[in-house]
């Protein structure tokens, strides 16, 4: 089959990794990462790295990696910097995630102690359970942005980079809903010279990363750049955006089951799920502002799957329960337990049970690599605002106003691949190619 290049920008240079966060999922993002370049280990979880893509009729057999179809930022071309309250360095806040085994730390001890955390945009008043002594002073919040974007500027100096993008890794932040200072990018810079407190630390990250013309991705459900004034912005200085929150372990269960028990018309009479953990977001979601966000995140994926207004007999009354607890023995090795009450024929009940006994930072670092280098194509691609198409890695995907989110696993993924087939030149795959009977066929 013939393809023809799209215009995109080609990678050249380095490319930095910003993470607002040096805590577990960013050190075992960088640390994984390094691991790869030296040949230690495999990038496994990571789409860009290992899935390959189809290409015309299944029969024509051209399955090429997604990395080699699209033109891509190597592993070897990245750097990497970030943001954290705590003046750790990477190896350091390596040690304290206690994520990766010391065995596997230590031959990278003196890669990652080159990367030193930059003084973070932070208040408590946001993140009521975190608290450290590597914090920026300034006088308004406008300063705050500007310190934030001159940091910016600078690790790329210090670097080298070509490009930059930004992956949000910090924690969550309290549950705040938009104002009148989220109404336009001019109101949002009045806010920020106002001290607006419904401006979080992580809103001025998101509009530092934008005027900067970084790509910015939220993988927290923190209120970021998903308010009118920063997509217009996005829209405006031609930057993509994309969020929010990784969907990492007892989310992506449900967005597996949940279609596949509507694909068979069964009915859901509840939906039970808890959680353990005690790594930094279990101690932060044990304040109830902050698991305010997070269950807001994670309650609207089985609605926008199982859509109960077109199949009432099926979902209407579905009871869905989330908790979460901070349980300090089980660090980042956190367990999802999840009770489904399903109807099947004649309205006999049956039950599943699932014990996802997961790694929390283990599953998001390969969403942080794909995340970093699918924003940086969309950015060389032209594609500014709201990257819909990656839907497939976050629990509550950003989407333009009057767009309904996609929740369906599966349809993300076919969306996010026919989205990287267009930016390669490749026509979109459909069913209707595989059905068409070939005009040599006899029978």
């Known amino acids: 089959m013939s393809i023809t290049p799209s215009s995109i920008t080609p990678h050249e240079g380095k490319l930095l990794v910003l993470t607002p966060g040096l805590g577990s999922v960013a050190t075992t993002f960088i640390a994984g990462v390094e691991s ?56 350091d806040a390596a040690l304290r995630a206690d994520v990766l085994k010391n065995g596997e730390l230590a031959p990278l001890e003196d890669f990652l102690r080159t990367i030193q955390p930059m003084t973070a945009a932070f208040d408590r008043a946001y993140v009521k359970r975190l608290d450290g002594p590597n914090v920026k002073q300034g006088g308004t919040k406008k300063d705050l942005a500007e310190a934030l974007r001159e940091d910016i500027r600078r690790r790329m100096d210090e670097t080298g980079a070509n490009r930059a993008v930004m992956v949000w890794c910090g924690s969550t932040e309290v549950y705040t809903r938009p104002s009148a200072c989220h109404a336009t990018p001019e ?64 989310t992506l269960m449900k967005t597996i089951l949940a279609p596949g028990m509507k694909a068979r018309m069964l009915g859901i009479r509840g939906w039970f799920s808890t959680n353990i953990l005690g790594n930094r977001d279990g101690e932060v979601l044990d304040d109830a502002d902050s ?92 594609r500014a605002g709201i990257q819909e198409w990656l839907s497939f890695y976050f629990k509550s ?43 040599d066929a006899s029978y």
């Open 291 to 382: 698991f305010k966000a997070k269950e807001v995140t994670k309650a609207g994926v089985l609605d926008s799957i199982l859509q109960p207004e077109v199949y009432p007999d099926l979902y209407k009354d579905l009871y869905h329960k989330i908790r979460i607890n901070y349980y300090p023995p089980r660090g980042d090795e956190k367990e999802g337990w999840d009770n489904i009450d399903i109807v099947g024929w004649l309205g006999y009940p049956m039950q599943i049970k699932v014990d996802f006994l997961c790694r929390d930072s283990i599953l998001a670092a390969p969403i942080v690599l794909d995340l970093a280098l699918f924003m940086d194509l969309a950015g060389r691609a032209g």
């Open 36 to 91: 790869v370049r030296r040949g230690t280990a495999k990038p496994f979880g990571s789409l860009s790295q290992l899935q390959t893509i189809r290409l015309g009729r299944r029969s024509e057999n051209i399955n090429p990696l997604i990395r080699d179809f699209v033109n891509l930022a190597p592993l070897e071309d990245l750097e990497f910097g970030g943001w954290d309250v705590f003046a750790d360095d990477a190896f």
């Open 187 to 250: 109101a949002f810079e009045q806010g920020l010279l106002d001290n607006d407190p419904a401006i979080s630390p992580s809103q001025l990250y998101a509009y530092a990363a934008i005027q900067e013309g970084v790509p910015y991705a939220n993988g927290a459900p923190n209120l970021s750049a998903d308010t009118p004034a920063l997509e217009q912005l996005a829209l405006r200085n031609g930057v993509p955006i994309a969020g929010k929150d990784f969907k990492t372990g007892q």
């Open 397 to 439: 995907p950003q989407v333009y106003e009057g767009h309904v989110p996609e929740h369906d696993l599966f349809i993300q993924h076919l969306r996010m691949k026919n989205t990287l087939r267009v930016m390669g030149g490749a026509e979109p795959v459909t069913h209707l190619s595989e059905s068409i009977v070939p005009e």
